[in-house]
Structures are given as structure tokens and as C-alpha cells.
């Protein structure tokens, strides 16, 4: 089984950065896809960045600039790197993969971004 733990969340001041990580543990094989997403209590989870299966990395407009997504192989993570917070950003941030045609999801870890 396949399982997926994000860590880093936190609080933060506006204009602060956070290192978010999501590590994989199990049998990863085939994997299809990967990627962040965050959700505000009430609202539908958004995608926040993803590797395509091109290997190419596609964020939405809001994280552009200002968040990095990438791997680090060796300690088997996924990184999003955070910078130049705003309030807005405050949700829970969930990591994703596609492993052999089944969907795993992190348990979830709390971004909030107050002064």
C-alpha cells in the first residue's frame, strides 16, 4: 500500500515562506502524476501544482512566481517551496499522486498565514 504524509505547515507571517513536504512510503510504481492541491474549509480543493505526465510542472496563475514544486529523490519527497505569502493562502494543503491508475491523498497540513 501506498502512503502519502505531508509535513511543514505551520504558521506564518504575510510575505513569510514555508517549505511544504509530501513523502512516500510503500510500493511506488507506475506513478502517473503528482501533486498539491489546498482547500479553505467550505470551499472545493484547488490544484495548486502538479508534475503533467510530460514531466513538465504546471501551477495555477495564483501560485506562479511565487511557489515552487520539485522532488527530491534521494529522501523519496515532493517539495513546495513557498514564498511571499498572503492571508489567502491559508487552507490545508493536500499532496496527490496517481500510482498505478489509483489515487492516493495525504492526510492534509495547515498552512496559515496571519500576523
Known amino acids: 500500500q501506498v502512503q502519502l504524509v505531508e509535513s511543514g505547515g505551520g504558521l506564518v507571517q504575510p510575505g513569510g515562506s514555508l517549505l511544504l513536504s509530501c513523502a512516500a512510503s510503500?510500493?511506488?510504481?507506475?506513478?502517473?502524476?503528482m501533486a498539491w492541491f489546498r482547500q479553505v474549509p467550505g470551499n472545493q480543493r484547488e490544484l495548486v501544482a502538479r508534475f503533467s505526465s510530460d514531466g513538465l510542472r504546471d501551477y495555477a496563475d495564483f501560485a506562479k512566481g511565487r511557489f515552487t514544486f520539485f522532488r527530491d529523490s534521494a529522501k523519496r519527497t515532493v517539495n513546495l517551496q513557498m514564498s511571499g505569502l498572503t492571508p489567502e493562502d491559508t487552507a490545508v494543503y493536500y499532496c496527490?499522486?496517481?500510482?498505478?491508475?489509483?489515487?492516493?491523498w495525504g492526510q492534509g497540513t495547515q498552512v496559515t498565514v496571519s500576523s
Open positions: 510503500g510500493s511506488i510504481v507506475g506513478i502517473d502524476s
Open positions: 496527490q499522486s496517481v500510482i498505478g491508475g489509483r489515487m492516493y
